[in-house]
């Protein structure tokens, strides 16, 4: 059964337009309600939201679908995804609400689901929202309509658990970080954590006004970042996105580290005390060649998932693993959390500077990874990787690449667009392989 509204994460669109109104999320609420009404107790609701103007409105219409289907709601205002899957378990919910567009510009938002367990859902629970969006809303009685209220203290109780993720030896007192919250939902509560921990904090990006979030900042928009890092000769900088459940770092240089390398320093730490679980890391398709030959190197393993921390965190679960995560930047730390969170993710690694008394430069140059190449091919139409002339330059590639490389080509799950990605130890047959195929796909499309 192909799905309706859900994606790899969760529903997404442009706001206004496509799927993303309001009279949709009302049904959303209606339909994610009815799902999780079970037994006799009040049922609740949390309700969590990035800085985008229109989280007013889709928080309003949930608001109105939840509370007909009689769920209490509780609202907490502008958080970190990971604090909404944190609250609901804390609070007992029968399920959290996470109101964002992650990287996205302000134009587009989106609707984020979490399990009483705060883990995201199931592709089977997913289906089977959409199929309850499709029936009449199971309205309630009179007497049993929901009530909803908002609660000041979260911010504090998400805090409490950044500063609980790391060792209580650490400060962070000798160090200058610039922290870089997009415009978006960590503007508060990162900067303060990390400040609370000792840390001088130059703060960025955390000034939203509803139209600024991922604005020439955060982890998609590092230029503002290195700048200032540089100019402030500060030790590191820290970049979340939108929603805070992504990290990109830049050490005092302005050179980027990404989650490759940022999953790699982590796991091998981790491993060195003997409290990495499940003999390795778990990332995706996409993770380079260089992390997975130096983990292998170490005594770890790396396996791989399709595209999605959502499938990350289901291989995480099923081997026992409590790190994985994407080379974009999305960390999962099971131990601290339930789904990806850039804060902790961070603090990890400036305990890690901490305790290693070097330079970011060093500490997080921790493999060489092999040369990659991404490029998109938007199409308009079809299925362009069905064509005979794509499959066969797919099938040259593969060839050439066999022992010395990978290739992995797919279609977005958010847009028309085919993804060609190749790596390998010479940089310039990538580039000819990936060109190659993007040309096959453009002629096919």
Known sequence: MGRKFFGTDGIRGRTNREVMTAALAMRVGQAAGAFFRRG???HRVVIGKDTRLSGYMIESALVAGFTSVGMDVVMTG????????LLTREMRADLGVMISASHNPYEDNGIKLFGPDGFKLSDEAELAIEALMDEPPMLADAARIGRARRIDDASGRYIHALKQSVGSDIRLDNLKVVVDCANGAAYKVSPTAIWELGAEVIPLGVSPNGTNINDGVGSTSLAAIQE???????????????DADRLIVVDEKGRTVDGDQIMALIASRMAEKGSLSGGGVVATVMSN????RYLEAIGLSLERTKVGDRYVLERMKEGGFNVGGEQSGHMILLDHGTTGDGTIAALRVLSSLVRADKPASELLHVFDPVPQLLKNVRYSGGTPLDAENVKAAIAAAEQELTGNGRLVIRPSGTEPVIRVMA?????????RLVDGICDAVRKAA
């Open 40 to 42: 006799d107790h009040r």
């Open 78 to 85: 502008p958080l970190p995804t990971p604090a909404i899957a």
């Open 228 to 242: 200032r890092v540089v100019s402030e000769g500060a030790d590191i900088g820290i970049a979340l996105d939108g």
């Open 289 to 292: 060649l260089g992390l997975e």
């Open 423 to 431: 790596e390998g130890d010479d940089a310039g047959q990538v580039e």
